[in-house]
């Protein structure tokens, strides 16, 4: 298709974010998976590899907010990943560090639960959800100076609800002091989402240790009480009962917690 | 179709005709028939990583 003529690059492609929605749509059918074995030259001024799944990482990253092309923000593409996530090939590429610029994609998008467009962030948040049903690659997701998701999807369930000093200390740093204009995720749907990846990570000893440590439960009990919707309520008390169980019981009944029929994929 | 983006006509017509796929994509038998096209897929990775333009009139969108 490209093997007659001159091909021009230019990175103002006028359809890009109908581009997006169009692949987002695609990737509902389950055989888009094999996207991860294609291959095209990058464009030059992306800075990506030949992987085309990198290069649309890289696409969505860089292009937020119409940088890289004035007439497009990329947002559904976040919508292509969380079903692309959908299968395990696809999650082990998320959460493995590719050598062209040695970042774990997952710690690319990472920041996007934070961003002002509903689209990204839920898109993101679903993503990460479903990328954290790769169980064998939580201790990653909770170390660190690995994927380190925590703070990340802890801070848009946060509002500017007052903790305890001591509950407030043993927190993670960066959700220490929020200011007083700050905003739980106006979308509850995202709010559950996360609350879901929390629940997830729960399935084993260390996570559930390390998230009694950083004070994970006041954070759900506010959540909980301000957020008024029945799902967000729901998966807050699952995650509570998880965390709250004595460790002695917990042998059974974190694995059935986890694998419960309500925990399912996200679609978008 | 010709969707060249090049001059202003045939821009409208590929943001028209990418309009339409993505409202027929909801439907599960046009779906299967669009991502499970190789050629298709090609285009339009190729388009919204860079824009091609190629000038030997080949037409991106069929």
């Not at chain 1, 559950?192 to 559930?208: A, D, N």
């Not at chain 1, 004070?215 to 998880?242: F, M, S, W």
Request: proline share 5%; hydrophobic share 40%.
């Amino acid at each position: 298709m490209t093997d007659e003529g001159c091909v021009c690059q230019s990175p103002k492609e006028p359809n890009a974010n109908l581009l997006a929605m169009l692949l987002a749509n695609l990737a509902k059918w389950d055989s888009l998976k094999t996207i991860i074995q294609r291959k095209q030259p990058p464009p030059e001024t992306l800075g990506s590899d030949e992987l085309v799944l990198n290069q649309l990482m890289d696409l969505f990253v860089k292009g937020a907010d119409g940088s890289f092309n004035k007439d497009a923000d990329y947002d559904y593409l976040a919508y292509m990943f969380a079903d692309l996530a959908k299968h395990a090939e696809i999650r082990e590429h998320f959460v493995r560090r590719q050598d062209y610029d040695e970042a774990v994609p997952l710690t690319k998008i990472r920041v996007f639960t934070e961003h002002k467009s509903d689209v990204r962030r839920k898109g993101v948040a679903s993503t990460i959800k479903n990328v954290a049903f790769d169980v064998p690659s939580h201790p990653a997701f909770l170390a660190e100076d690995e994927i380190n998701i925590l703070p990340y999807i802890l801070l848009p369930i946060m509002g500017n609800e007052a903790y305890d000093e001591d509950e407030m200390m043993d927190m993670l740093p960066d959700l220490q002091l929020l200011p007083p204009d700050k905003q739980r995720d106006p979308d509850p749907k995202i709010v559950q989402t996360h609350v879901e990846t929390l629940l997830l990570l729960t399935s084993s000893k260390g996570g559930r240790d390390l998230m009694r440590e950083v004070k994970v439960y006041p954070i759900i009990r506010e959540t909980h009480l301000r957020v008024n919707d029945e799902g967000v309520q729901e998966a807050c008390e699952r995650l509570v009962q998880v965390l709250m169980r004595d460790e002695e019981d917990e042998a059974a009944g974190a694995r059935a917690e986890v694998e419960d029929d309500d925990m399912r994929i996200v679609e978008v | 179709m010709e969707a060249r983006a090049n001059n202003g006509v045939p821009q409208k017509i590929a943001e028209h005709v990418l309009e339409i796929l993505v409202n027929l994509s909801g439907d599960q038998e046009i779906l299967e028939n669009l991502a499970t096209d190789d050629k298709f897929l090609d285009v339009i990775l190729l388009h919204i990583t860079v824009r091609h333009v190629m000038r030997s009139g080949v037409a991106p969108f069929r």
